[in-house]
């Protein structure tokens, strides 16, 4: 096919996360490659924000929580007709559905893609039958299907612009952050096991904890930390109107999560950032990160083991921090990222 695509990308989850994350970087690099992309999403959602601050079109869908009606469905077709879509990307398993039924009776147009950068498991069913093209975030997200053939899953992991170095805070307590929703599977818990080890020789460690109240608030991580004897040393903010802000404040980043990561978001920005990061090695995270900063899911003991010489040499610091920031731009670069995708797209619609 000559000429710009038009595609409309598909986004049902209400909240942010790191499958909005990436699904909002995929329209953007797509944009930028002149194609025309239209955003469908839950009117209120993080989403439905994006498309308004960035001046993507926007079509109104209902969110995951609610069940397919056959009235959105006759609605979505009409639209699609009209506007002569190339493509249909569906971010989630429900908009994979809402996209089969769409192209019931439509002779392939537009060509389905299902673009996957979540941690829940997928096997082939009746929706799958019309999809063109899959796209997994990460080897972890493609080892998740399956029914699939691995031939029809291309892996395009996720994209980021560098953002310009801020060197970490020269004066002051060292700083160990860690940015994700407070939930049990983020790993809070293991972060504070360790942090009580190190505090004994790093009495003056600062640990903080970026996020918003999920599945845990921050009274009961307090608590915790009183019952670990580090409240004194623990900070928790709240959730951060910017990311790249928060980890410039801080000198080493750590993400514990007990599980899930397909596409970690948060590691990628600590990277991105130049600060060195000691991570689980859970989902995609051991397809970003060298294997000398991983540690096993829940072993406090083992990630205190990592962050003691990142607290004990700031030489250490810098050429770890300088280590991620590169390997984020050559990668994950943004440029990567929309090539990778717009490959996958293209042969698509050919097909």
């Known amino acids: ?100 039924l769409c192209a019931l009776g439509r002779g392939g147009r537009p060509a389905i893609i299902r673009s996957k950068s979540d941690a829940s498991p997928s096997s082939a069913g009746l929706s799958s039958r019309p999809v063109a093209a899959f796209i997994a975030a990460s080897g972890a997200v493609k080892r998740s299907y399956s029914g699939v053939p691995e031939d029809r899953i291309s892996v395009v992991p996720q994209g980021i612009e560098t953002p310009e170095f801020v060197p970490p805070p020269a004066e002051g307590p060292l700083r160990v952050g860690l940015l994700g929703r407070l939930d049990p599977v983020k790993g809070h818990a293991v972060l504070f096991k360790a ?9 003056g460690t600062r640990f903080i904890c970026a996020g918003k109240d999920a599945n845990l608030t921050r009274g009961e991580l307090f608590a915790l930390a009183e019952d670990l004897g580090i409240a004194a040393s623990v900070e928790f903010p709240g959730q951060v109107p910017d990311p790249f802000a928060f980890i410039n404040s801080c000198h080493i980043g750590v993400v514990a999560s007990t599980g899930s990561e397909a596409v970690s978001r948060a590691l990628l920005e600590w990277m991105a950032c130049g600060r060195p990061a000691a991570a689980a090695a859970v989902g995609g995270i051991p397809e970003m990160l060298g294997a000398e900063w991983l540690f096993p899911p829940e072993n406090a003991a083992r990630l205190a083991e990592l962050l003691d010489p990142l607290l004990a040499d700031p030489s250490l610091r810098e050429s770890a921090g300088r280590a991620n920031r590169k390997a984020a731009a050559e990668k994950f670069s943004r440029g990567l990222f929309a090539g990778l995708t717009e490959q996958v797209f293209l042969s698509a619609v050919k097909a």
């Not at 079109?57 to 069940?67: G, L, Y």
């Not at 942090?195 to 009495?203: D, S």
């Open 1 to 100: 096919m000559k000429g710009p695509l038009k595609i409309l990308s598909a986004i049902d989850i209400p909240w942010y996360s790191a499958l909005a994350a990436y699904a909002l970087e995929q329209a953007r690099a797509l944009r930028d490659r002149g194609h025309a992309v239209t955003l469908a999403a839950a009117p209120g959602s993080r989403s439905h924000a994006a498309a308004v601050e960035e001046g993507f079109p926007f079509f109104p869908i209902t969110d995951r929580k609610r069940p397919l009606t056959p009235a959105l469905v006759l609605r979505l077709r009409s639209f699609l007709a009209r506007e002569g879509f190339d493509v249909f990307c569906a971010h989630t398993g429900r908009t994979q559905t809402l996209a089969a």
């Open 195 to 203: 942090a009580a080890r190190l505090l004994e020789k790093y009495p």
